[in-house]
Protein backbone atom coordinates (compact mmCIF):
# COMPACT_ATOMS: atom_id res chain seq x y z
CA UNK A 1 0.00 0.00 0.00
CA UNK A 2 2.53 2.44 0.55
CA UNK A 3 4.38 2.03 -2.76
CA UNK A 4 1.02 3.04 -4.30
CA UNK A 5 0.62 5.94 -1.95
CA UNK A 6 3.77 7.09 -2.98
CA UNK A 7 2.64 7.13 -6.40
CA UNK A 8 -0.91 8.73 -6.26
CA UNK A 9 0.77 11.24 -4.08
CA UNK A 10 3.30 12.02 -6.09
CA UNK A 11 1.14 12.61 -9.25
CA UNK A 12 -0.41 15.89 -7.85
CA UNK A 13 2.78 17.50 -7.41
CA UNK A 14 3.77 15.64 -10.50
CA UNK A 15 1.28 17.93 -12.43
CA UNK A 16 2.00 21.15 -10.42
CA UNK A 17 5.57 20.78 -11.87
CA UNK A 18 4.38 19.46 -15.40
CA UNK A 19 2.11 22.60 -16.09
CA UNK A 20 4.42 25.34 -14.08
CA UNK A 21 6.95 24.20 -16.22
CA UNK A 22 4.64 24.48 -19.39
CA UNK A 23 3.75 28.11 -18.23
CA UNK A 24 7.45 29.25 -17.58
CA UNK A 25 8.53 27.99 -21.39
CA UNK A 26 5.76 29.72 -22.79
CA UNK A 27 6.18 32.96 -20.69
CA UNK A 28 10.25 32.83 -21.75
CA UNK A 29 9.38 32.58 -24.76
CA UNK A 30 8.94 29.18 -26.56
CA UNK A 31 6.72 29.83 -29.49
CA UNK A 32 4.21 27.20 -30.27
CA UNK A 33 2.32 28.21 -33.28
CA UNK A 34 -1.62 27.78 -32.84
CA UNK A 35 -2.57 24.75 -35.54
CA UNK A 36 -6.10 25.64 -37.70
CA UNK A 37 -8.84 23.47 -36.72
CA UNK A 38 -11.75 24.81 -38.21
CA UNK A 39 -12.93 24.01 -41.88
CA UNK A 40 -15.66 24.21 -44.29
CA UNK A 41 -16.39 22.16 -46.75
CA UNK A 42 -13.76 19.53 -48.73
CA UNK A 43 -12.05 22.11 -50.10
CA UNK A 44 -10.70 23.73 -46.91
CA UNK A 45 -9.31 20.64 -45.83
CA UNK A 46 -6.75 20.55 -47.71
CA UNK A 47 -6.29 24.29 -48.74
CA UNK A 48 -5.77 25.52 -44.20
CA UNK A 49 -5.96 21.58 -42.44
CA UNK A 50 -2.70 19.92 -44.05
CA UNK A 51 -1.17 23.01 -45.33
CA UNK A 52 2.69 22.49 -44.43
CA UNK A 53 2.43 25.17 -41.84
CA UNK A 54 -0.24 23.51 -40.16
CA UNK A 55 0.76 20.03 -40.52
CA UNK A 56 4.51 21.58 -38.69
CA UNK A 57 2.38 23.37 -36.03
CA UNK A 58 0.57 20.31 -35.31
CA UNK A 59 4.08 18.54 -35.42
CA UNK A 60 5.72 20.95 -33.05
CA UNK A 61 2.53 20.77 -30.52
CA UNK A 62 2.97 16.78 -30.38
CA UNK A 63 6.97 17.22 -29.60
CA UNK A 64 6.14 19.72 -26.71
CA UNK A 65 3.19 17.63 -25.12
CA UNK A 66 5.24 14.47 -25.62
CA UNK A 67 8.03 15.84 -23.89
CA UNK A 68 5.89 16.79 -21.02
CA UNK A 69 4.17 13.52 -20.94
CA UNK A 70 7.58 11.41 -21.04
CA UNK A 71 9.13 14.27 -17.58
CA UNK A 72 5.79 12.99 -16.11
CA UNK A 73 5.70 9.12 -16.79
CA UNK A 74 9.52 9.14 -15.18
CA UNK A 75 8.75 11.12 -12.81
CA UNK A 76 5.83 8.51 -11.49
CA UNK A 77 8.10 5.50 -12.19
CA UNK A 78 6.26 4.68 -15.48
CA UNK A 79 7.82 3.23 -18.02
CA UNK A 80 8.76 4.67 -21.28
CA UNK A 81 8.60 1.89 -23.09
CA UNK A 82 5.47 2.37 -25.26
CA UNK A 83 5.26 6.03 -25.25
CA UNK A 84 6.94 7.18 -27.92
CA UNK A 85 4.79 5.09 -30.10
CA UNK A 86 2.11 4.58 -28.21
CA UNK A 87 1.36 8.83 -27.27
CA UNK A 88 1.76 9.86 -31.20
CA UNK A 89 -0.95 7.39 -31.91
CA UNK A 90 -3.20 9.27 -28.96
CA UNK A 91 -2.58 12.15 -30.47
CA UNK A 92 -3.24 11.63 -33.93
CA UNK A 93 -6.70 10.10 -32.58
CA UNK A 94 -7.25 12.96 -31.05
CA UNK A 95 -6.39 15.65 -33.66
CA UNK A 96 -8.51 13.37 -35.99
CA UNK A 97 -11.32 13.96 -33.93
CA UNK A 98 -10.58 17.51 -33.44
CA UNK A 99 -10.62 18.01 -37.18
CA UNK A 100 -13.87 15.82 -37.28
CA UNK A 101 -15.24 18.79 -34.31
CA UNK A 102 -13.83 21.54 -36.53
CA UNK A 103 -16.05 20.96 -39.36
CA UNK A 104 -18.73 23.54 -39.68
CA UNK A 105 -21.54 21.00 -39.58
CA UNK A 106 -20.52 19.43 -36.01
CA UNK A 107 -20.02 23.41 -35.11
CA UNK A 108 -23.39 23.75 -36.08
CA UNK A 109 -24.56 21.49 -33.40
CA UNK A 110 -22.12 22.54 -30.44
CA UNK A 111 -20.65 19.63 -30.50
CA UNK A 112 -16.99 19.96 -28.95
CA UNK A 113 -13.90 18.28 -29.84
CA UNK A 114 -13.94 16.65 -26.08
CA UNK A 115 -17.14 15.10 -27.21
CA UNK A 116 -15.97 13.88 -30.52
CA UNK A 117 -12.89 12.71 -29.06
CA UNK A 118 -14.98 10.61 -25.97
CA UNK A 119 -16.76 9.30 -29.02
CA UNK A 120 -13.52 8.04 -30.89
CA UNK A 121 -12.56 6.19 -28.14
CA UNK A 122 -15.96 4.71 -26.87
CA UNK A 123 -15.76 3.49 -30.79
CA UNK A 124 -12.83 2.12 -30.48
CA UNK A 125 -12.82 -0.02 -27.16
CA UNK A 126 -16.26 -1.02 -27.48
CA UNK A 127 -15.69 -2.40 -31.10
CA UNK A 128 -12.38 -3.29 -31.14
CA UNK A 129 -9.64 -4.52 -29.11
CA UNK A 130 -7.59 -1.96 -27.88
CA UNK A 131 -3.71 -2.99 -27.96
CA UNK A 132 -1.63 -2.92 -24.31
CA UNK A 133 1.43 -0.35 -26.04
CA UNK A 134 -1.76 1.95 -26.48
CA UNK A 135 -3.28 1.40 -23.00
CA UNK A 136 0.22 1.75 -21.21
CA UNK A 137 -0.38 5.74 -22.28
CA UNK A 138 -3.89 6.48 -21.14
CA UNK A 139 -2.66 8.51 -18.12
CA UNK A 140 -6.35 10.43 -18.01
CA UNK A 141 -5.47 11.88 -14.89
CA UNK A 142 -2.40 13.43 -15.49
CA UNK A 143 -3.72 14.41 -19.07
CA UNK A 144 -6.99 16.22 -17.44
CA UNK A 145 -4.94 17.87 -14.11
CA UNK A 146 -2.28 19.71 -16.42
CA UNK A 147 -5.03 20.99 -18.25
CA UNK A 148 -6.47 22.46 -15.24
CA UNK A 149 -3.41 23.86 -14.27
CA UNK A 150 -3.21 25.41 -17.57
CA UNK A 151 -7.00 26.74 -17.21
CA UNK A 152 -5.93 28.74 -14.01
CA UNK A 153 -4.04 30.73 -16.66
CA UNK A 154 -7.47 32.28 -17.67
CA UNK A 155 -9.77 32.57 -14.17
CA UNK A 156 -8.93 35.35 -12.19
CA UNK A 157 -8.50 35.22 -8.42
CA UNK A 158 -11.28 37.24 -7.46
CA UNK A 159 -13.79 34.52 -9.48
CA UNK A 160 -12.28 31.87 -7.21
CA UNK A 161 -13.07 34.05 -4.02
CA UNK A 162 -16.31 34.14 -4.98
CA UNK A 163 -17.47 31.49 -6.51
CA UNK A 164 -15.44 29.40 -4.12
CA UNK A 165 -17.02 30.28 -0.83
CA UNK A 166 -20.05 29.53 -2.59
CA UNK A 167 -18.53 26.24 -4.00
CA UNK A 168 -17.80 25.22 -0.42
CA UNK A 169 -20.94 26.24 1.34
CA UNK A 170 -22.81 23.82 -1.62
CA UNK A 171 -20.06 21.42 -1.56
CA UNK A 172 -20.74 20.64 2.23
CA UNK A 173 -24.73 20.66 1.35
CA UNK A 174 -24.55 18.18 -1.04
CA UNK A 175 -21.64 15.68 -0.08
CA UNK A 176 -23.40 15.09 2.98
CA UNK A 177 -26.97 14.95 1.65
CA UNK A 178 -26.03 12.79 -1.02
CA UNK A 179 -23.62 10.53 0.62
CA UNK A 180 -26.34 9.45 3.36
CA UNK A 181 -28.37 8.49 0.79
CA UNK A 182 -26.27 6.72 -1.32
CA UNK A 183 -25.74 4.73 1.60
CA UNK A 184 -28.59 4.61 2.79
CA UNK A 185 -30.86 3.14 -0.24
CA UNK A 186 -27.42 0.72 -0.88
CA UNK A 187 -28.15 -0.42 2.63
CA UNK A 188 -31.65 -1.10 1.61
CA UNK A 189 -30.57 -2.75 -1.84
CA UNK A 190 -28.45 -5.04 0.49
CA UNK A 191 -25.23 -4.27 -1.09
CA UNK A 192 -21.78 -5.26 1.06
CA UNK A 193 -20.70 -2.37 3.27
CA UNK A 194 -17.02 -2.14 1.07
CA UNK A 195 -18.95 -1.64 -1.99
CA UNK A 196 -21.44 0.60 -0.40
CA UNK A 197 -18.63 3.03 1.27
CA UNK A 198 -17.01 3.44 -2.31
CA UNK A 199 -20.32 4.15 -4.27
CA UNK A 200 -21.69 7.14 -1.87
CA UNK A 201 -18.15 8.72 -2.17
CA UNK A 202 -18.01 8.26 -5.28
CA UNK A 203 -21.56 10.14 -6.35
CA UNK A 204 -21.25 12.24 -3.29
CA UNK A 205 -17.59 13.65 -3.65
CA UNK A 206 -15.54 14.02 -6.35
CA UNK A 207 -16.16 10.40 -8.21
CA UNK A 208 -12.85 8.83 -9.10
CA UNK A 209 -10.87 10.17 -6.64
CA UNK A 210 -13.08 10.07 -3.61
CA UNK A 211 -13.55 6.11 -5.09
CA UNK A 212 -9.77 5.04 -4.47
CA UNK A 213 -9.44 7.34 -1.23
CA UNK A 214 -12.16 5.34 0.52
CA UNK A 215 -11.02 2.29 -0.52
CA UNK A 216 -7.34 3.14 0.80
CA UNK A 217 -9.08 4.33 3.59
CA UNK A 218 -10.98 0.73 4.05
CA UNK A 219 -7.88 -1.43 2.08
CA UNK A 220 -11.12 -2.32 -0.18
CA UNK A 221 -11.29 -5.13 -2.97
CA UNK A 222 -9.85 -3.52 -6.03
CA UNK A 223 -12.37 -5.49 -8.22
CA UNK A 224 -15.17 -3.00 -6.69
CA UNK A 225 -13.24 -0.41 -6.60
CA UNK A 226 -12.76 -0.85 -10.61
CA UNK A 227 -16.35 -1.50 -11.06
CA UNK A 228 -17.56 1.98 -9.20
CA UNK A 229 -14.83 3.56 -11.36
CA UNK A 230 -16.27 2.05 -14.26
CA UNK A 231 -20.03 3.14 -13.15
CA UNK A 232 -18.25 7.12 -12.61
CA UNK A 233 -16.69 6.97 -15.67
CA UNK A 234 -19.79 5.58 -17.81
CA UNK A 235 -22.86 7.98 -16.18
CA UNK A 236 -20.45 11.03 -16.50
CA UNK A 237 -21.15 10.86 -20.57
CA UNK A 238 -24.43 10.97 -20.59
CA UNK A 239 -24.60 13.45 -18.03
CA UNK A 240 -21.62 15.49 -19.31
CA UNK A 241 -23.49 15.90 -23.06
CA UNK A 242 -27.20 16.16 -21.55
CA UNK A 243 -27.04 18.41 -18.75
CA UNK A 244 -25.79 21.62 -20.31
CA UNK A 245 -29.18 20.96 -23.08
CA UNK A 246 -31.21 20.52 -19.96
CA UNK A 247 -29.93 23.29 -18.11
CA UNK A 248 -30.61 25.83 -21.09
CA UNK A 249 -34.08 24.09 -21.56
CA UNK A 250 -34.80 24.99 -17.48
CA UNK A 251 -33.53 29.00 -18.26
CA UNK A 252 -30.46 28.34 -15.92
CA UNK A 253 -27.96 31.28 -16.29
CA UNK A 254 -24.39 30.55 -17.01
CA UNK A 255 -23.38 30.67 -13.16
CA UNK A 256 -26.20 28.51 -11.69
CA UNK A 257 -25.46 25.91 -14.70
CA UNK A 258 -21.93 25.93 -13.82
CA UNK A 259 -22.59 25.15 -10.47
CA UNK A 260 -24.97 22.26 -11.09
CA UNK A 261 -22.60 20.43 -13.33
CA UNK A 262 -19.46 21.21 -11.10
CA UNK A 263 -21.65 19.64 -7.70
CA UNK A 264 -22.82 16.93 -9.51
CA UNK A 265 -20.87 15.40 -12.63
CA UNK A 266 -18.86 13.09 -10.38
CA UNK A 267 -15.27 13.33 -12.50
CA UNK A 268 -13.20 16.73 -13.14
CA UNK A 269 -12.72 16.37 -16.73
CA UNK A 270 -15.95 15.78 -17.42
CA UNK A 271 -17.04 18.72 -15.70
CA UNK A 272 -14.87 20.88 -17.60
CA UNK A 273 -15.80 19.28 -20.86
CA UNK A 274 -19.37 20.23 -19.95
CA UNK A 275 -18.56 23.39 -18.66
CA UNK A 276 -17.28 24.28 -22.16
CA UNK A 277 -20.42 23.42 -23.72
CA UNK A 278 -22.34 26.06 -21.75
CA UNK A 279 -19.64 29.32 -22.25
CA UNK A 280 -16.44 30.45 -19.95
CA UNK A 281 -18.55 31.82 -16.86
CA UNK A 282 -20.29 28.12 -16.85
CA UNK A 283 -16.32 26.77 -17.16
CA UNK A 284 -14.84 28.62 -14.50
CA UNK A 285 -17.48 28.27 -12.33
CA UNK A 286 -18.14 24.55 -12.75
CA UNK A 287 -14.86 23.98 -12.16
CA UNK A 288 -14.48 25.99 -8.87
CA UNK A 289 -17.30 24.66 -7.54
CA UNK A 290 -15.74 20.80 -8.47
CA UNK A 291 -12.24 22.24 -6.89
CA UNK A 292 -14.64 23.07 -3.60
CA UNK A 293 -15.46 18.95 -3.43
CA UNK A 294 -12.17 18.07 -4.55
CA UNK A 295 -10.80 19.80 -1.32
CA UNK A 296 -13.43 18.11 0.90
CA UNK A 297 -11.83 15.14 -0.53
CA UNK A 298 -9.03 14.54 2.50
CA UNK A 299 -11.91 15.25 5.37
CA UNK A 300 -13.83 12.79 3.82
CA UNK A 301 -11.05 9.91 3.46
CA UNK A 302 -10.08 10.15 7.41
CA UNK A 303 -13.68 10.61 8.69
CA UNK A 304 -14.31 7.19 6.63
CA UNK A 305 -10.98 5.84 7.99
CA UNK A 306 -11.93 6.57 11.88
CA UNK A 307 -15.51 5.07 11.23
CA UNK A 308 -13.70 1.93 9.52
CA UNK A 309 -11.77 1.14 11.89
CA UNK A 310 -13.86 1.57 14.65
CA UNK A 311 -16.57 0.00 13.66
CA UNK A 312 -14.46 -3.19 12.49
CA UNK A 313 -13.66 -6.53 14.99
CA UNK A 314 -10.38 -5.32 16.26
CA UNK A 315 -8.60 -8.42 15.26
CA UNK A 316 -9.53 -7.95 11.56
CA UNK A 317 -6.96 -6.49 9.46
CA UNK A 318 -9.17 -3.32 8.87
CA UNK A 319 -8.73 -2.51 12.60
CA UNK A 320 -5.41 -1.81 12.21
CA UNK A 321 -5.56 1.38 10.52
CA UNK A 322 -4.44 4.25 12.63
CA UNK A 323 -6.22 7.17 11.36
CA UNK A 324 -4.71 10.69 11.99
CA UNK A 325 -5.03 13.66 10.52
CA UNK A 326 -2.08 13.00 8.02
CA UNK A 327 -4.70 11.56 6.11
CA UNK A 328 -6.55 15.06 5.15
CA UNK A 329 -3.08 15.79 4.12
CA UNK A 330 -2.55 12.40 2.15
CA UNK A 331 -5.63 12.76 0.20
CA UNK A 332 -6.21 16.36 -0.25
CA UNK A 333 -5.55 17.09 -4.16
CA UNK A 334 -2.51 19.00 -4.56
CA UNK A 335 -2.69 19.99 -7.89
CA UNK A 336 -5.31 22.30 -6.71
CA UNK A 337 -2.87 24.49 -4.92
CA UNK A 338 -1.44 24.96 -8.56
CA UNK A 339 -4.43 25.95 -9.58
CA UNK A 340 -4.77 28.23 -7.19
CA UNK A 341 -1.45 29.44 -6.91
CA UNK A 342 -1.15 30.10 -11.56
CA UNK A 343 -4.40 32.43 -10.92
CA UNK A 344 -2.66 34.11 -8.34
CA UNK A 345 0.10 34.55 -10.55
CA UNK A 346 -1.66 35.73 -13.89
CA UNK A 347 -4.28 38.34 -11.31
CA UNK A 348 -1.86 39.98 -9.81
CA UNK A 349 1.91 39.37 -11.35
CA UNK A 350 1.97 38.84 -15.08
CA UNK A 351 1.26 41.69 -17.19
CA UNK A 352 -1.74 42.27 -19.38
CA UNK A 353 -0.02 42.76 -22.40
CA UNK A 354 2.41 39.60 -21.45
CA UNK A 355 -0.89 37.71 -20.30
CA UNK A 356 -2.79 39.09 -23.98
CA UNK A 357 -0.02 37.88 -26.10
CA UNK A 358 0.29 33.95 -24.76
CA UNK A 359 -3.73 33.81 -23.95
CA UNK A 360 -4.27 31.97 -27.59
CA UNK A 361 -1.53 29.56 -26.74
CA UNK A 362 -2.51 28.63 -23.07
CA UNK A 363 -6.01 27.80 -24.72
CA UNK A 364 -4.91 25.64 -27.05
CA UNK A 365 -2.81 23.73 -24.96
CA UNK A 366 -5.84 23.70 -22.32
CA UNK A 367 -7.93 22.47 -24.84
CA UNK A 368 -5.76 19.67 -26.43
CA UNK A 369 -4.83 17.98 -22.86
CA UNK A 370 -8.73 17.94 -22.06
CA UNK A 371 -9.06 16.38 -25.44
CA UNK A 372 -6.22 13.95 -25.27
CA UNK A 373 -7.90 12.96 -21.59
CA UNK A 374 -11.33 12.02 -22.81
CA UNK A 375 -9.96 10.14 -26.02
CA UNK A 376 -8.35 7.91 -23.14
CA UNK A 377 -11.51 7.77 -21.28
CA UNK A 378 -13.60 6.67 -24.34
CA UNK A 379 -10.47 4.26 -24.99
CA UNK A 380 -10.05 2.76 -21.51
CA UNK A 381 -14.60 2.22 -20.85
CA UNK A 382 -16.89 -0.76 -21.87
CA UNK A 383 -19.91 -0.86 -21.48
CA UNK A 384 -19.92 -4.78 -20.82
CA UNK A 385 -18.47 -3.70 -17.50
CA UNK A 386 -21.78 -2.06 -16.18
CA UNK A 387 -22.41 -5.12 -14.24
CA UNK A 388 -20.82 -6.38 -11.63
CA UNK A 389 -20.75 -10.40 -11.06
CA UNK A 390 -24.30 -10.31 -12.51
CA UNK A 391 -25.69 -8.66 -9.82
CA UNK A 392 -27.57 -5.08 -11.16
CA UNK A 393 -27.84 -3.75 -7.36
CA UNK A 394 -25.18 -1.62 -7.24
CA UNK A 395 -26.18 -0.05 -10.71
CA UNK A 396 -29.48 0.55 -9.09
CA UNK A 397 -28.61 2.12 -6.55
CA UNK A 398 -25.69 4.60 -8.04
CA UNK A 399 -28.23 5.35 -10.68
CA UNK A 400 -30.72 6.16 -7.62
CA UNK A 401 -28.28 8.29 -5.50
CA UNK A 402 -27.30 10.08 -8.71
CA UNK A 403 -30.31 10.64 -9.32
CA UNK A 404 -30.97 12.23 -5.74
CA UNK A 405 -27.64 14.02 -6.43
CA UNK A 406 -29.02 15.87 -9.56
CA UNK A 407 -32.03 17.06 -8.19
CA UNK A 408 -30.62 18.86 -4.88
CA UNK A 409 -27.69 20.04 -6.23
CA UNK A 410 -29.85 21.78 -8.68
CA UNK A 411 -31.93 23.45 -6.23
CA UNK A 412 -28.82 24.15 -3.87
CA UNK A 413 -27.08 25.96 -7.23
CA UNK A 414 -30.27 27.84 -7.86
CA UNK A 415 -30.26 29.22 -4.47
CA UNK A 416 -26.85 29.74 -3.91
CA UNK A 417 -25.78 31.05 -7.67
Known amino acids: ?180 FAYWISTKLKIDEELKMMLASAVSICGVSAAIATSGAIKGDSKKLSYVISLVLITAIPMMIGMPYLAQYLGLSQAETGAWLGGTIDTTGAVVASGTLVGEEALKISTIVKFSQNVLLGIAAFVISIYWSYTKKQDSPEAQLKPSLSVIWDRFPKFVLGFIGVSLLFSFVVQPEVISDVKGTFKNLQTLWFTLAFTSIGLETKFSELFYKGNKKPLYAFLLAQLFNVLVTLAIAYVLF
Open 1 to 180: MSVNKTIQLSEDWIVVLLGGLSIVFILLGLNLPLPVYNWSGGAELSSKLLTTDNLLALLYQLLFVLGVSAIGFLLSGKSLKHLFFGFPVLYLLTIFATFIAGSAQVRSLNLEAVIISLTVGLLISNFLKVPEWLKAVLSTELYVKIGLILLGTGVIFGDILKAGTLGLIQALAVVVSVWY
